[in-house]
């Protein structure tokens, strides 16, 4: 079925309800989403090792609907319905826009996988049911000087890990716990992370299997979510997450809009978030990406002295499932290009088994990734500036890119001057 189809035969995508229950170390959510009277979906999310310090159960509620609302894509993407309808609770305007933004821009991806024309103005409505209920207001938090930091299994999420662990009592949070995600904490000294089950409802597999729409979704504004529901859970004052610079380059231009895979890792998404916690949720908790004044390239190289990681990390999403690299994928070779000018090629070997950039059948990749073909590979890479500078200096020994690279730092405007401080002077003895 196209979506044309779809969008025709179910026109409404709700948010009927949620529920959660808050344990002595745990709390678990369910969330229920329904396309008219053919399908309902029941979502889960299970927090586990995690304390609840000074709040009562209702003062979480807030934040329990909204995670509800973060993970509505994963479902609504399945039939694209023209209306979202939200009947577990009431969205004002101010956060009407701000969804509507993270779909427009989080599912761009989708949009062009698809074949979808998102552009016409009522494209997507996303308002409250017929009966709607009071809405949350802005309320204070019991806070603590501790920080979330959401753990993937990356060099990225390492690096703020090890930094910070010097300065600030931190909970690591690892979503779906990998081998890798969980060795890394253990190695910054996190053996108990929070650990977070998110189990996607079953149907929603069947339906993809039958034909209906598939795609990827803005997982990071989910990530963002979970962190934020635990953060009000267990007092932390920040959440530290470990987006780049890099993530702010788009991949294509597709009905006249810049189509990024990284949107809900960019600093536009940040600053929304940021701004809708502060203005409909709470003023007490902070989200700030960490490593946002870095590159990749440059983040690399503070992640070359952090060698005790070199065989536990893992960023490749092909190999997740087996906790190894594939070493043909664009995160594989991004990772190999910007770790290279800092380390040598018997390092890059030990890690992935071989030097990607020297696989014959890497070479169309990397030609996209320098920006030589239609398309940006859709993953986590490196921007276009910084695949040319690396491969200038890997194949020419040309350090003037590099060194310049080097000499950049970008305001991250939601990052309190305290961190950029912490960051910048780790930086400068790298």
Same mark, same amino acid.
């Given at each position: 079925m196209n979506s044309a189809e779809l969008r025709r035969k179910y026109p409404v995508f709700t948010y009927k309800d949620y529920s959660y229950r808050l344990g002595t170390d745990s709390l678990e959510t369910s969330f229920r989403y329904t396309t008219g009277?053919?399908?309902?979906?029941?979502?889960?999310?299970?927090? =586990?090792?995690?304390?609840p310090v000074g709040q009562h159960p209702e003062q979480i509620e807030p934040f329990v609907f909204n995670l509800g609302l973060a993970e509505m894509p994963s479902y609504w993407k399945?039939?694209? +319905?023209?209306?979202?309808?939200? =009947?577990?609770?009431?969205? #004002?305007?101010?956060?009407?826009?701000?969804?509507?933004?993270?779909f427009m821009g989080g599912m761009g991806e989708y949009f062009y996988r698809n074949d979808i024309d998102f552009t016409p103005p009522?494209?997507?409505?996303? +308002? *409250?049911?017929?009966?709607?209920?009071?809405?949350?207001?802005?309320?204070?938090?019991?806070? $603590?000087d501790s920080i979330i930091v959401p753990v993937g299994g990356g060099k990225d999420s390492a690096v703020t890990l090890e930094i910070l662990r010097q300065f600030m009592p931190i909970y690591s949070l690892v979503i779906n716990p990998q081998p890798a995600s969980l060795e890394v904490s253990a190695l910054a000294g996190f053996t108990k992370p929070i650990t977070v089950k998110r189990v996607i409802d079953p149907k929603l597999i069947e339906l993809n299997e039958q034909?209906?729409?598939?795609?990827?979704?803005?997982?990071?504004?989910?990530?963002?979510?979970? @962190? $934020?529901? @635990?953060?009000?859970?267990?007092?932390?004052?920040?959440?530290?997450?470990? *987006? !780049?610079?890099?993530?702010?380059?788009?991949?294509?231009e597709y009905l006249g809009h810049q189509i990024n895979h990284q949107y809900s890792?960019?600093? =536009?998404?940040?600053?929304?978030?940021? *701004?809708?916690i502060h203005c409909h949720l709470t003023s007490d908790i902070g989200y700030f990406s960490f490593l946002r004044p870095l590159y990749e390239l440059q983040i690399a190289k503070l992640f070359a002295s952090?060698?005790?990681?070199?065989?536990?990390?893992?960023?490749?999403?092909?190999? #997740?499932?087996?906790?190894?690299?594939c070493g043909r994928c664009p995160k594989c070779i991004s990772i190999a290009l910007t770790l290279l000018p800092w380390t040598d090629e018997s390092t890059i070997t030990?890690?992935?088994?071989?030097?990607?950039?020297?696989?014959?059948?890497?070479?169309?990749?990397?030609? =996209?990734?320098?920006?030589l073909e239609k398309t940006k590979p859709f993953e986590c890479v490196t921007t276009f500036e910084e695949a040319?500078?690396? $491969?200038?200096?890997?194949?020419?020994?040309?350090?003037?890119?590099?060194? !310049?690279? $080097? +000499?950049?730092?970008? @305001?991250?405007?939601?990052?309190?001057?305290?961190?950029?401080?912490?960051?910048?002077?780790q930086y400068e003895y790298a």
């Open positions: 009277s053919d399908h309902s979906f029941t979502h889960k999310i299970v927090f =586990e090792n995690i304390e399945a039939t694209a +319905s023209p209306t979202i309808l939200v =009947e577990a609770g009431t969205i #004002r305007a101010g956060q009407e826009a701000f969804w509507h933004r993270l009522d494209f997507l409505q996303i +308002s *409250n049911g017929d009966n709607p209920k009071t809405p949350f207001e802005l309320m204070a938090i019991a806070t $603590l034909g209906y729409l598939n795609g990827h979704v803005p997982f990071s504004a989910s990530v963002a979510f979970m @962190a $934020l529901l @635990a953060a009000a859970t267990d007092g932390s004052k920040y959440i530290a997450v470990s *987006n !780049e610079r890099s993530s702010d380059e788009g991949n294509i890792k960019s600093l =536009e998404f940040e600053t929304d978030f940021n *701004n809708y952090m060698k005790k990681y070199f065989d536990n990390f893992r960023s490749c999403n092909k190999g #997740r499932e087996t906790n190894s690299w030990n890690i992935f088994g071989k030097n990607p950039l020297k696989d014959p059948d890497n070479q169309q990749t990397i030609r =996209e990734m320098q920006g040319r500078v690396c $491969l200038d200096f890997i194949e020419n020994g040309m350090t003037e890119g590099v060194n !310049e690279f $080097l +000499s950049r730092w970008g @305001a991250n405007p939601n990052m309190p001057d305290k961190f950029n401080e912490i960051l910048r002077k």
